[in-house]
């Protein structure tokens, strides 16, 4: 249905600044008849007459039963809410400082001198973090690639040229080596890998290949060490070409 629905009128409304609803204007606007006229019995005239007086009975009882409800009506309206609706309800405007005083906490204190304590430990271990990071990659772009020139001997060294390629692995009488890089052998496995950390031998390896493992795990470690005492990274294929290495 469309449309919008008017506001319904109330019928106790002041109109000239009176109400509709006393007792003695509906007294005044419903009065009884003077007197008894006789008609006949099942006339037009005595018809109209008993329906004036239904008419007059029943906005008389439908006013006041009407102001009754809305008495009623404003009554619990004006009713305070009850005490387990107001603690129950989902929204209200309960003072909790007042309710319940304010809030223990004796640690306070301590409690906030010690977050700004690992606070300011968390803030000194990222700024250290983030200056070997800087200092790393300062020590790391020495060898980094930035013009065509040093790709070119980069592929060059890696890989060789046409003419003379890089090969693996000892001559097999033809002039040239190998070119395949499996030819050295089968990569390290996981295995292998764990075996030298740990100081083992690989499968299939000899005494001396061990000795070389256990010495090249004993570089690592200097290193580290001198990294932590220097606080820097130290740039091991740099000491190496010099002839300075662990």
Not at 163 to 191: K, M
Request: charged share 35%; glycine share 8%; net charge positive.
């Amino acid at each position: 249905m469309k449309g919008i629905l008017p506001v319904p009128r109330s019928v106790f409304a002041r109109k000239r600044g009176k109400d509709v609803a006393s007792d003695d204007l509906v007294e005044r606007s419903t009065p009884d008849a003077s007197f008894e006229p006789a008609f006949p019995e099942g006339s037009r005239e005595a018809w109209r007459t008993k329906v004036a007086e239904q008419r007059k009975r029943n906005l008389r009882e439908g006013l006041r039963e009407l102001k009754e409800r809305q008495r009623e009506r404003d009554e619990m309206v004006a009713r305070p809410e009850r005490e387990d609706e107001r603690l129950t309800a989902p929204s209200h405007g309960l003072d909790l400082k007042e309710l319940f005083g304010p809030l223990q906490d004796p640690d306070r204190e301590q409690r906030l001198a010690t977050k700004k304590a690992n606070q300011a430990a968390f803030l000194t271990a990222r700024s250290a973090a983030r200056a070997s990071s800087l200092h790393t990659l300062y020590s790391h772009a020495r060898s980094f690639i930035t013009t065509p020139a040093q790709l070119d001997v980069s592929i060059e060294k890696a890989f060789g040229s046409n003419e003379h390629p890089v090969t693996f692995g000892l001559d097999n009488g033809t002039g040239a080596g190998p070119e395949s890089v499996w030819n050295l052998g089968a990569p390290l496995s996981v295995q292998d890998m764990l075996n030298r950390a740990n100081g083992g031998r690989r499968r299939g390896g000899g005494a001396l290949e061990s000795a070389g493992q256990t010495v090249e795990i004993n570089r690592e470690r200097v290193k580290r060490i001198a990294e932590a005492l220097t606080g820097g990274v130290m740039d091991e294929k740099r000491e190496k070409d010099s002839g300075r290495g662990f």
